[in-house]
């Protein structure tokens, strides 16, 4: 066994982050702006651009803030406007998992005019683990505030303090 073997994370090494919220809003709006990449880009600060129809069993492309592919994952399942999950793989040039990231949204009805969002996001490496406990709950109220207010949240660089 090589080195670079000994530190790839097994399958029960890997971690999950859970979140949980409630928005003002419709599931229909909810899950269109899950998956409209004009409406993405608005939450997630331009980091991020998807491609995909968003059918199980499409690809769903990922492109960085410069608009290089970054990776190709997969739509696994589809049921609008309740359920999307789907695979956010490495670049294959530089996968050492030995699955690519699940993530699950489940959209789900809890008052009169709000959904309960569900998400979670799978087969986590320790590494990635970090960063994306410290990720989605911006990107998350950024998602809410847009839906219920009309903006965004501003936050700062990841590389930066107040």
Partial sequence: MTLTQQNQPTQASLKTCVYALHIRTSPQKLWDALTDNEFIQKYWQGEWRFESDWQAGSDLHYYDKEGKLYSIGQVLESSPPHKLVYTWPEPEASRVQPEPERLSWEITQSGP??????????????????????????????????????????????????
């Fill in 113 to 162: 005019h709000t959904v309960k969002l569900t998400l979670v996001h799978e087969n986590l490496s320790d590494e990635y683990y970090q960063g994306v406990s410290e990720g989605w709950p911006s990107i998350l109220s950024s998602l809410k505030s847009l839906l219920e207010n009309g903006e965004v949240l501003e936050f700062y660089p990841h590389d930066r303090q107040a």
